[in-house]
């Protein structure tokens, strides 16, 4: 099927690959000419595994091509995707502007009957607001319909997600557009979840708010832990074997980054706002993620007593492993309050030094990006960890240590095992455990 995907950000390039890879004729569109023109080439302007693979492959087998132009893209597809950002405002609520903007492009070029489907996270009701604008820029009756298709991919693994999801939601009002759907998804083996619109944008806030919620529950239960010197990792691994909880999404630490669940939970507690409903448990999410920052801090007070002066060195920028993105990460967070208190600051993560360097140029006084893991740690007075990269996980301690100028660490992701670190000779503060 011919399709075309407007908005060129992690939700719409992997989405256009992934198309194109299960047989779809794909055209990408986006404002931004520099990212057209990467994407062009089979680069993909964003560090996703498996992702430039899949691009090269489809470009070369002609089913995928990236414009600028709005009317070659408006043309080209029968069901055009919506998949541009949705970033929260300053009251938390979702910024649709983007979202309008693609609306009153596809009003503008549309040339026959069109299936347009909004696949970035968008509160409820939004597919009626795509709708009327339409209607209001139409310059011609032309035939269209709206629908919802959420997509529920995690950055690091978006093409597996994509690929072989645990569900497809489609969110019609007809059996036209469902047939469309159906068609379109054939060739994935999952289960497809048909509904009317509105509740399909619900799917997809609400599956986002409860995974943040899980983090969030058992963040709330490792400040209980740290009190009571229990551990946390425990009680996590005990409450996991019950097949209701699920141990996926229950790790405590500094807590939730990213471009999504941070956003969406805030999105969908001013949805619940909106329509005068007692939504106060999403506020707790968000202060409960947010006061991780506060635990870590207190640890690294703990072990280090001033900061001020104090050579600190950070491994892990990224706001989870195996992505480059920093978005609403930790450790935008954590760099700010050691800065704030006079620390002195070196940088490493296998790939999100670059992003990271955007914020915080490389000439900042008190900051430096290391070479690598260990000329990192040299001659500092405590390690922090905010991302639990492999490498971390496997690193050389008895070499860290001697490089250290005093061998602390403070663990905001609970990698090493507390016994093992401090047989070497380390102080080490986890997060809620003895
Ligand atoms: C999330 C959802 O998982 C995905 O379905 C949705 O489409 C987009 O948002 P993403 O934000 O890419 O995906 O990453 P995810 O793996 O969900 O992690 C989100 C954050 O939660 C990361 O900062 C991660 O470190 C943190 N996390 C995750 C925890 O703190 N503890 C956990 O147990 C799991």
């Known amino acids: ?34 990212k057209v023109k990467t994407l062009k080439k089979g680069t993909s302007p964003i560090f996703e595994p498996g992702l430039d693979e899949l691009l090269k492959n489809n470009i070369q087998r002609k089913r995928l091509d990236f414009t600028t132009s709005a009317e070659e893209a408006i043309h080209h597809g029968d069901i055009i ?22 609306a009153k492009t596809v009003a503008k070029y549309i040339n026959g009957y069109k299936l347009i489907v909004e696949k970035s996270t968008v509160p409820v009701k939004t597919a009626q607001w795509i709708e009327r604008t339409m209607k209001l820029y139409l310059k011609k009756k032309v035939d269209f319909e709206v629908a919802s298709n959420p997509e529920f991919l995690k950055e690091g693994d978006a093409i597996r997600d994509f690929l072989k999801p645990d569900r497809i939601v489609i969110g019609v009002g007809s059996k036209r557009a469902e047939r469309l759907l159906r068609e379109l998804y054939k060739p994935i083996k999952a289960p497809i979840v048909v509904t009317d619109i509105n509740t399909a944008e619900i799917i997809k806030h609400a599956s986002n708010a ?18 009571t010197g229990a551990d946390v990792e425990l009680v996590a691994k005990a409450m996991g074997m019950d097949k209701r909880i699920g141990k996926q999404f229950l790790r405590a630490g500094i807590g939730y980054g990213g ?8 999105a969908l507690y001013y949805v619940g706002k909106q329509y005068g409903l007692n939504f106060e448990l999403l ?28 050579n600190i060195v950070i491994w892990g920028l990224s706001f989870k492993p195996n992505t ?13 309050r050691i800065l704030d208190e006079g620390g002195k600051l070196t940088l490493y993560d296998p790939v999100a030094m670059d992003n990271m360097k955007k914020v915080y140029p490389e000439n900042h006084p008190y900051i430096v990006y290391a070479r690598d893991m260990y000329d990192a740690v040299k001659d500092k007075e405590a390690l922090v960890i905010l991302t639990e990269w492999d490498v971390f996980k496997q690193a050389d301690l008895q070499k860290v240590k001697e490089l250290m100028l005093t061998p602390i660490i403070v663990d905001g992701r609970n990698i090493y095992k507390p016994r093992k670190v401090r047989r070497m000779g380390f102080e080490y503060y986890p997060m809620g455990r003895p």
């Open 259 to 266: 471009s999504c669940f941070p956003k969406d939970v805030k």
């Open 324 to 336: 480059d993105d920093i978005r609403e990460a930790p450790s935008l967070k954590v760099v700010k």
């Open 210 to 227: 409860f995974l943040a919620m899980k983090i969030s529950f058992i963040n709330m239960i490792s400040d209980l832990c740290e009190a």
């Open 283 to 310: 506020k707790n999410v968000h202060e409960i993620n947010e006061s991780r920052i506060d635990v870590l801090m207190e640890h690294l007070k703990n072990a280090l007593w001033n900061l001020k002066d104090k």
């Open 1 to 34: 099927m011919k399709v075309t995907i407007i908005g060129l950000g992690y939700v719409g390039i992997t989405t256009a690959a992934g198309l194109s890879e299960i047989g779809h004729d794909v055209v990408g569109y986006d404002i931004d000419s520099s």
């Open 81 to 102: 995707f919506i998949c541009t950002g949705t970033p929260s405002r300053e009251d938390g609520s979702a910024d649709l502007t983007q979202v309008e903007g693609a």
